[in-house]
């Protein structure tokens, strides 16, 4: 503990170093600029804003615990505030006692050591700052201009191994890393292709075709190893440039900790592990406030007060801890425990009927998995009273929402009066991606490879019926089995049967639960490019992201929990899944949807996701090919970006508003 203390200050002190320079060039260019005269306006807005610059450097010295520094700031601070205020006169003395102090700091922060004369310029600045107040006299008379300006100033600081970069700048630069992936991921997809050509002119017999294309294989694949070393290792070193210290988060929480427990009458003690671990700073930053929510809660609804504890046989200081550890695959298992009382599971079955989630009977037949699967519902909340801690209804909701946005997976387990655990799996970073690539109702998708099992092969006469479910044996146990298309509401294909009429499935796990997934193809693994999906797409169902192939093609990327959760509410299919559900007498027409939009990515995204809800899709690159199909198809709904090339959205919007047929055609812009 002693030896992580040390290193964090020594961070701490680098960087408030590097923050000092900077500060202190800001003063003395504004005391030099002051000491040469300047018009009132002009002058006034100066000695504000050298002020600011000396209350930052002070709150920052504090925060390292360097008082030299921090009094000869508030001696210096203390000055400044009175002329703003227009109680002290700005002077060519006391702008010299201003540039000693900002050379005191300089030399303090070089190395020196506190000196009587630091100290009585202290005393003397605060003697001036304690003066009766005397009419300023204006800042641009100080000087002449004939008078030399104010001497060198700021000695040498420390060299520094380190530099502040602005972190847009950096997520700017691992932006642009990250688009090399597209030609590594073409390079990938040429050599797939070089080596299925390979094989076919293999079994044609062609010989000198056949040797000219294991040349060209071999330096296709030379090629492709190369890309693909020089790409990961930038993007593996750009992604270390983005670690950071778990502890610059996890330090927030020891005074939040114990305030929120002085305030609610309790005792707890506060412990982390992994503080040490570095984490994708993106990552931190959105797990930030979800990680407040459950401190929150393991304090508000988890620890019991003193007197309960005791009651119980628990000693009165409770616990809350929360550990971060590294796990196979480029993932993240951040922890959240408390060894409070648990969570009521009768509380919670009786709030889910009070929100009208569930009937009394649904409620009283519940499992104790399915009851602790609501505390994720928005809106439901087992608090009698509504505070500004609990009682809202939200705060696991969001919690769970954000963990799934990053493409993670969220677990409790509760313990009757010993407490609760909240387990997190997250993917270390989020710029890239590894999924099963899939073909289903004609369209590919992409399964997390992580919720993926195993791939098998299901003929018709190994579905049971269980529950009023299809199912299979699988490992000695029943499999619910699902049609992915069915799920995604896109049509059925009649494609070739797999071999001995069997058809392809993908065990998928999400939580504790497992489902096969029946699909018409299984296309292998594939590393994508991961875009995420901006407003208004930003939480579609069963949809995580989209991703960018080799090929160019960008897919869906599915969610796993919410696929289960499909299942699960839709009803019970009566027909063999294997053979497909009857069609319905009269088949209802597909809504016909236009997106237009000049980006061909934003483009295809948008109509991969339309389709997958069940429409049928039109595109056009711009307002002029829009009003072309426009007059004539029949479209019921166009969707449409603004800013495009030779007709924008608005233009478009105005023609269609213009037109007596189409005036009444909803557009979304």
């Given at each position: 503990m002693a030896n992580r203390k040390t290193d964090i200050k020594a961070r701490l002190?680098?960087?408030?170093?590097?923050?000092?320079?900077?500060?202190?060039?800001?003063?003395?260019?504004?005391?030099?600029?002051?000491?040469?005269?300047?018009?009132?306006?002009?002058?006034?807005?100066?000695?504000?804003?050298?002020?600011?610059?000396?209350?930052?450097?002070?709150?920052?010295?504090?925060?390292?615990?360097?008082?030299?520094?921090?009094?000869?700031?508030?001696?210096?601070?203390?000055?400044?505030?009175?002329?703003?205020?227009?109680?002290?006169?700005?002077?060519?003395?006391?702008?010299?006692?201003?540039?000693?102090?900002?050379?005191?700091?300089?030399r303090l922060l070089a190395g020196g050591e506190s000196h009587p004369a630091l100290r009585e310029l202290i005393d003397s600045l605060e003697q001036v700052a304690a003066a009766p107040a005397a009419a300023a006299e204006p800042v641009d008379a100080l000087i002449s201009p004939a008078e030399a300006p104010l001497g060198p100033v700021v000695p040498g600081l420390p060299k520094t191994d380190t530099i502040r970069l602005a972190t847009a700048r950096l997520d700017s630069l691992l932006l642009q890393a990250e688009d090399l992936l597209v030609p590594k991921l073409a390079v990938e997809e040429r050599v797939r292709e070089a080596r299925a050509l390979f094989k076919a002119l293999a079994g044609a017999g062609l010989r000198t075709a056949e040797g000219q294309a294991q040349d060209l294989l071999r330096h296709l694949v030379l090629d492709q190893r190369t890309v693909t070393r020089v790409v990961d290792g930038l993007q593996d070193e750009l992604r270390r440039v983005r670690l950071t210290a778990a502890s610059t988060v996890l330090d927030l929480f020891p005074r939040m900790v114990r305030d929120l427990?002085?305030?609610?009458?309790?005792?707890?003690?506060?412990?982390?592990?992994?503080?040490?671990?570095?984490?994708?700073?993106?990552?931190?930053?959105?797990?930030?406030?979800?990680?407040?929510?459950?401190?929150?809660?393991?304090?508000?609804?988890?620890?019991?007060?003193?007197?309960?504890?005791?009651?119980a046989g628990k000693p009165p200081r409770g616990q809350v801890a929360v550990s971060i550890a590294s796990l196979e695959g480029g993932r993240i298992e951040i922890r959240v425990e408390d060894d409070g009382g648990g969570i009521d599971l009768t509380r919670v079955r009786a709030a889910a009927v009070r929100a009208r989630f569930l009937t009394a009977e649904e409620a009283e037949a519940s499992t104790d998995d399915a009851a602790l699967e609501l505390i994720f519902r928005s809106g439901l909340s087992t608090s009698p009273i509504i505070t500004d801690l609990s009682g809202h209804g939200l705060g696991l909701a969001i919690v769970k929402e954000q963990v799934e946005r990053?493409?993670?997976?969220?677990?409790?387990?509760?313990?009757?009066?010993?407490?609760?655990?909240?387990?997190?799996?997250?993917?270390?970073?989020?710029?890239?991606?590894?999924?099963?690539?899939?073909?289903?109702?004609?369209?590919?998708?992409?399964?997390?490879?992580?919720?993926?099992?195993?791939?098998?092969?299901?003929?018709?006469?190994?579905?049971?019926?269980?529950?009023?479910?299809?199912?299979?044996?699988?490992?000695?146990?029943?499999?619910?089995?699902?049609?992915?298309?069915?799920?995604?509401?896109?049509?059925?294909?009649?494609?070739?049967?797999?071999?001995?009429?069997?058809?392809?499935?993908?065990?998928?796990?999400?939580?504790?639960?497992?489902?096969?997934?029946?699909?018409?193809?299984?296309?292998?693994?594939?590393?994508?490019?991961?875009?995420?999906?901006?407003?208004?797409?930003?939480?579609?169902?069963?949809?995580?992201?989209?991703?960018?192939?080799?090929t160019g093609q960008v897919v869906l990327i599915l969610r796993p929990g919410d696929l289960l959760k499909s299942i699960r509410e839709a009803p019970r299919p009566p027909s063999h899944p294997l053979r497909g559900y009857p069609a319905p007498e009269e088949k209802r027409r597909q809504p016909v949807l236009l997106v237009v939009d000049d980006s061909i990515t934003t483009r295809t995204m948008e109509k991969n996701l339309l389709e997958a809800a069940g429409y049928q899709v039109r595109v056009a690159v711009d307002g002029v090919?829009?009003?072309?199909?426009?007059?004539?198809?029949?479209?019921?709904?166009?969707?449409?970006?603004v800013d495009m090339p030779r007709m924008d959205g608005c233009d478009l919007t105005a023609r269609i508003r213009a037109d007596r047929k189409l005036a009444e055609l909803p557009v979304v812009l």
């Amino acid at each position: 503990m002693a030896n992580r203390k040390t290193d964090i200050k020594a961070r701490l002190l680098a960087t408030f170093r590097v923050e000092a320079e900077e500060h202190l060039q800001a003063i003395t260019a504004n005391l030099l600029a002051l000491h040469r005269g300047l018009p009132p306006s002009e002058g006034r807005g100066m000695v504000e804003a050298t002020f600011r610059e000396v209350h930052t450097l002070k709150g920052a010295a504090r925060s390292v615990s360097l008082t030299d520094v921090e009094a000869l700031c508030q001696a210096c601070e203390s000055v400044l505030s009175r002329v703003t205020r227009g109680q002290l006169a700005l002077n060519r003395p006391l702008l010299n006692r201003l540039q000693e102090a900002v050379d005191g700091v300089a030399r303090l922060l070089a190395g020196g050591e506190s000196h009587p004369a630091l100290r009585e310029l202290i005393d003397s600045l605060e003697q001036v700052a304690a003066a009766p107040a005397a009419a300023a006299e204006p800042v641009d008379a100080l000087i002449s201009p004939a008078e030399a300006p104010l001497g060198p100033v700021v000695p040498g600081l420390p060299k520094t191994d380190t530099i502040r970069l602005a972190t847009a700048r950096l997520d700017s630069l691992l932006l642009q890393a990250e688009d090399l992936l597209v030609p590594k991921l073409a390079v990938e997809e040429r050599v797939r292709e070089a080596r299925a050509l390979f094989k076919a002119l293999a079994g044609a017999g062609l010989r000198t075709a056949e040797g000219q294309a294991q040349d060209l294989l071999r330096h296709l694949v030379l090629d492709q190893r190369t890309v693909t070393r020089v790409v990961d290792g930038l993007q593996d070193e750009l992604r270390r440039v983005r670690l950071t210290a778990a502890s610059t988060v996890l330090d927030l929480f020891p005074r939040m900790v114990r305030d929120l427990a002085r305030e609610h009458g309790k005792e707890v003690e506060w412990a982390t592990q992994g503080a040490d671990l570095e984490v994708d700073r993106q990552v931190l930053e959105a797990m930030k406030d979800p990680l407040i929510h459950l401190v929150r809660n393991a304090v508000d609804h988890g620890i019991e007060p003193p007197e309960a504890r005791a009651q119980a046989g628990k000693p009165p200081r409770g616990q809350v801890a929360v550990s971060i550890a590294s796990l196979e695959g480029g993932r993240i298992e951040i922890r959240v425990e408390d060894d409070g009382g648990g969570i009521d599971l009768t509380r919670v079955r009786a709030a889910a009927v009070r929100a009208r989630f569930l009937t009394a009977e649904e409620a009283e037949a519940s499992t104790d998995d399915a009851a602790l699967e609501l505390i994720f519902r928005s809106g439901l909340s087992t608090s009698p009273i509504i505070t500004d801690l609990s009682g809202h209804g939200l705060g696991l909701a969001i919690v769970k929402e954000q963990v799934e946005r990053l493409g993670g997976e969220i677990r409790v387990e509760t313990r009757a009066g010993a407490g609760t655990t909240v387990r997190m799996i997250l993917p270390a970073t989020i710029a890239t991606f590894r999924g099963l690539l899939v073909r289903a109702g004609g369209q590919s998708f992409l399964l997390p490879t992580e919720a993926v099992e195993r791939a098998i092969r299901i003929a018709p006469d190994e579905v049971e019926h269980v529950e009023g479910r299809e199912a299979v044996r699988w490992n000695g146990s029943p499999l619910s089995i699902a049609r992915l298309s069915s799920l995604l509401g896109l049509p059925e294909r009649a494609d070739e049967p797999g071999p001995a009429g069997r058809e392809p499935c993908v065990i998928v796990r999400s939580g504790g639960e497992r489902v096969g997934f029946l699909v018409e193809e299984i296309l292998g693994d594939r590393e994508v490019l991961v875009k995420e999906l901006g407003p208004p797409l930003v939480r579609v169902k069963n949809v995580a992201g989209a991703g960018l192939l080799g090929t160019g093609q960008v897919v869906l990327i599915l969610r796993p929990g919410d696929l289960l959760k499909s299942i699960r509410e839709a009803p019970r299919p009566p027909s063999h899944p294997l053979r497909g559900y009857p069609a319905p007498e009269e088949k209802r027409r597909q809504p016909v949807l236009l997106v237009v939009d000049d980006s061909i990515t934003t483009r295809t995204m948008e109509k991969n996701l339309l389709e997958a809800a069940g429409y049928q899709v039109r595109v056009a690159v711009d307002g002029v090919e829009a009003w072309t199909l426009l007059k004539s198809d029949e479209v019921d709904l166009v969707v449409s970006d603004v800013d495009m090339p030779r007709m924008d959205g608005c233009d478009l919007t105005a023609r269609i508003r213009a037109d007596r047929k189409l005036a009444e055609l909803p557009v979304v812009l």
